[in-house]
């Protein structure tokens, strides 16, 4: 079946614009996670959604990041007024309660 | 807070070598995971240990949950090409929360035909 799709797969925006990235997990899966990974670095959580529980949002860097999972399936990971520090891979992952975390290929973000 | 460091931070090695690769912290874990991330890929599972002293293998890969549950280990017997890639350990978040997974910085491996 169908694994974690992510898109776009690549964004470049300038400084202090806002970014849309969008997440679709493997159908089925009730929990849903952010990751973001930098240059050489391993995988930083940003947020989780588990079915209509409030999302877990203590990874989240700034206020400047929110995301939102609509009818419990699709997510969307919104930076705004981004900064170059923002540029990095942002990773979504799917799993079934408290089983493995199947991920996305990513997107990257270059922040110009 | 939690850290997890890994070492070596990169190996270039020879097809056929072996490989071992280890991650620690400086507190204690009740869960290890071991990734690997192919270029361009999001990390894959790969071996998921629960047990302290466990020694689970998975093909040519071998992982060891450490004794005092704040190391692990991840061997590769005669690597091959397809080897190449980031590894990186991880395991749950402040309190066990395995919704908040940690990764180490991982490990680069490179293999030479």
């Known amino acids: 079946g169908a694994g974690v799709s992510q898109s776009p797969s690549n964004k470049v925006t300038e400084k202090g614009k806002d970014v849309e990235l969008r997440c679709d997990p493997i159908?089925?899966?009730?929990?849903l996670y952010w990751y973001r990974q930098s240059l050489g670095q391993g995988l930083e959580f940003l947020i989780y959604f588990q079915g209509n529980s409030a999302p877990d949002k203590s990874g989240l860097p700034s206020d400047r990041f929110s995301a939102e999972r609509t009818g419990g399936s699709v997510s969307t990971l919104t930076i705004q007024r981004t900064q170059q520090e923002d540029s990095a891979v942002y990773l979504c992952?799917?799993?079934?309660?408290?089983?493995?975390?199947?991920f996305g290929p990513g997107t990257r973000l270059t922040v110009t | 807070g939690q850290q997890l460091n890994q070492s070596p931070q990169s190996m270039f090695i020879q097809e056929g070598e072996d490989v071992s690769m280890n991650c620690t912290s400086s507190?204690?874990?009740?869960?290890w995971l071991w990734y690997k991330q192919d270029p361009g890929e999001g990390p894959v599972l790969l071996i998921a240990l629960y047990k302290a002293g466990e020694l689970t293998s998975n093909g040519r890969l071998t992982a060891q949950f450490g004794i005092t549950r704040k190391d692990s280990f991840l061997n590769i017997s005669a690597s091959i090409p397809s080897d190449v890639g980031i590894y990186f350990c991880a395991g749950p978040g402040y309190g066990g929360a395995t919704n908040k997974l940690i990764f180490g910085t991982g490990t680069l491996l490179a293999v030479q035909p």
């Open positions: 507190s204690i874990f009740n869960t």
């Open positions: 992952a799917s799993s079934l309660v408290g089983s493995e975390q199947y």
């Open positions: 159908s089925g899966h009730t929990a």
